[in-house]
């Protein structure tokens, strides 16, 4: 801390090491690297100016936010990302970037909190609401809403105008850099449908545009909006329907931002009975304690979800994980010779994120992906260990010997 104290501005450099977030292993919190909350926290106490400079490659909890003057999420730079941070810090350029996620101020605001996945079958009950177009729908706060993102200058929305030509909409409207230096700003357009009788979310984006503006300069935007930017997926007739009745169109500069409104009437079709409401209830009326129950998601699907059962002896397969091969004997003794394997790689670093990750990722391989490593067990010998472990010993033996 000594040396913060005759700085100007602190740069923390802080974010998720490589493997907190890596392929075939999922995130369990949304909290930083241990112990780089802790560093944010004890140099914001000691200097009045830190600037936070993140590397991640999805959203984390910031605890320390009102402590800090500013945030820079750089996200997975690669290998000139360096550069590019440099010159935003510095002012050489005006960041432009807007947020593709939402930042939720917990795990527990997330529409997946209530998980019901595995060992066979993921549901995703949620539907439709994911991300903003959950929260915004549901009314909870968040960190940072989808779409945002600062500048150094400031815009200016105005003017929002709708011409329909054929079965396209053209949105038009002024933006002004109503600052001092140069930027670019990313204009949002979401459709909010008023009078829907199917479920949808408050609204959802439709389309974009990036504009490159100087000091007091104004430009007009001009975003086109196809059928599709009305329709909704019909699970009945298979196909996107665009029901008739009033639409809203919503400029803004982030999905919690909007700046312009217009109302735009359409024709179209698509009626939803009061059976399918009944039995969609909780997927129109979404709140924070909303449960998207099994019979509603068996109704929205149209057919029964798959049985989800653990697979035991007999019926595994090269896709089940090594860790559901419990009950076989031969199924511990692989489980067995993978963590001994990871044991070597890791040796010395088994409590760190790295051991702890490649022991879980052990745990959680299938079968065939240990052919992948390119070592002496390959695919046809893996069939034939597949064989003892669902019982049939000596058909593996023999498989595993070459022997018909």
């Known amino acids: 801390m000594e040396a913060t104290k005759s700085a100007d501005v602190v740069v923390v450099c802080a974010g998720l090491v490589e493997m907190a977030e890596v392929e075939g292993v999922d995130r369990d919190t949304l909290s930083l690297t241990p112990g780089h909350d802790e560093l944010i926290k004890r140099v ?8 936070v400079v993140l590397s991640n490659g999805a959203p984390v909890s910031m605890p320390w936010l009102a402590d800090v003057s500013a945030v ?29 996620e939402t930042f939720p101020l917990s795990l527990e605001d997330t529409s997946a909190k209530p998980y ?57 409207f002024k933006v002004k850099n109503s600052g001092a230096v140069a930027g670019k700003e990313i204009a949002q357009v979401y459709v909010r449908d008023v009078e829907s009788t199917w479920f949808r979310p408050e609204k959802e984006l439709k ?27 019909d699970t009945g007739s298979k196909d996107w329907v665009v029901e008739a009745g009033e639409f809203e169109i919503l400029v803004g500069a982030s999905s919690q931002d909007i700046r312009l409104k217009a109302s735009h009437k359409l024709a179209g079709q698509g009626i ?18 909303t449960e998207f129950t099994l019979s509603a998601f068996e109704a929205l699907l149209g057919r029964p979800v798959p049985a989800n059962i653990q697979p035991g002896k007999g019926q595994f397969t090269m896709n089940t994980p090594l860790s559901d091969m419990t009950d076989s004997f031969m199924g511990r003794q692989m489980n067995k ?7 070597k790689m890791i040796k010395g670093r088994e409590d760190t994120p790295t ?50």
Request: net charge positive; glycine share 12%; proline share 4%.
């Open 44 to 51: 914001a106490a000691a200097h009045k100016k830190v600037a």
């Open 72 to 100: 820079l999420e750089g996200y997975l730079g690669g290998q000139a990302g360096a550069g590019g941070l440099a010159d935003l810090l510095t002012g050489k350029v005006t960041p432009s970037g807007k947020l593709a």
């Open 116 to 172: 019901p996945g595995g060992p066979l079958v993921v549901e995703y009950r949620e539907s439709l609401y994911v991300g903003y177009r959950y929260y915004d729908t549901a009314k909870i706060d968040v960190l940072f809403p989808f779409g945002y993102g600062l500048s150094y200058t400031k815009f200016e929305y105005r003017d929002l105008s709708l011409k329909q030509t054929g079965d396209k909409v053209t949105v038009s």
């Open 207 to 233: 389309g974009f545009a990036k504009v490159d503006l100087q000091p007091g300069e104004e430009k007009e935007v001009s975003v086109e909006l196809g059928t599709r930017a009305f329709a909704y997926y």
């Open 272 to 289: 939803v009975s009061a059976a399918d409401k009944a039995k969609l209830a909780s997927y129109y009326n979404v709140t924070p304690t």
């Open 337 to 343: 010779v993978m963590q001994n394997e990871i044991a």
């Open 355 to 404: 051991g702890l990750t490649m022991r879980t990722m052990a745990k959680e391989m299938p079968l065939r992906s240990i052919a992948m490593g390119g070592g002496s067990l390959n695919l046809s010998k893996l069939k034939a260990i597949l064989l003892m472990i669902n019982g049939h010993t000596f058909q593996g033996i023999k498989a595993l010997l070459g022997k018909k």
